[in-house]
């Protein structure tokens, strides 16, 4: 019977100590070919994805606190990304945009809307606000706009929302 429980204590204590070692975590890094993308763009990214109209009204609250002050901290900018965007998202949602640029998740986007404009030669004009009407790229809204003209568009591009036709100018 002695030997019986000293077989159960050995057994016993093997058994905890192999269920109290901890297990290592699992870790992985992903690393981009890109620089940071700004978590604003981010945000707005994340927000028309939820609904284009999340976006419009985040793009009009965030113009107006400008932020993008140089200089600004990457933590004031966080915060005004998410004071801006909780106008329009419930708690879970904001949660979920918190989450979302913890990951960076439409990063790839941004980057994508960055290497169209290089390719369209944007920086080369050094402006704040480039159009494209008819295929040209000017620094001020062109004086006379052409019906129905189309410049390229994507599936990715943001719409103002409002009343369209094919007569429509279009300026990008």
């Known amino acids: 019977m002695a030997r019986l429980t000293v077989v159960s204590l050995v057994l016993l204590l093997v058994s905890c100590r192999t269920g109290a070692q901890k297990k290592k975590p699992i870790v992985t890094q992903l690393q981009a070919k890109w620089a940071?993308?700004?978590?604003?763009l981010e945000a707005a990214e994340f927000?028309?994805?939820?609904?284009?109209?999340?976006?419009?009204?985040?793009?009009n609250t965030i113009c107006k606190a400008s932020p993008s002050i140089p200089g600004a901290s990457d933590q004031s900018?966080?915060?005004a990304a998410l004071v801006a965007a909780a106008s329009s998202l419930?708690?879970?949602q904001l949660d979920l945009l918190k989450f979302a640029l913890s990951l960076r998740t439409e990063s790839p986007k941004i980057?994508?809307?960055a290497h169209l404009a290089v390719d369209r030669g944007v920086g080369e004009l050094h402006c704040d606000t480039v159009f494209d009407h008819n295929n040209k790229l000017s620094c001020s809204l062109p004086d006379k706009l052409v019906d129905g003209v189309?410049?390229?568009s994507y599936s990715s591009d943001h719409i103002f929302p409002g009343q369209f036709t094919d007569a429509t100018p279009q300026v990008i």
Do not use: G
């Open 77 to 79: 900018l966080y915060d």
């Open 90 to 92: 419930s708690p879970a």
């Open 150 to 152: 189309r410049s390229p």
């Open 111 to 113: 980057e994508m809307h």
């Open 47 to 59: 927000l028309n994805t939820e609904s284009p109209d999340y976006f419009w009204n985040y793009v």
């Open 36 to 40: 940071q993308t700004p978590l604003t």
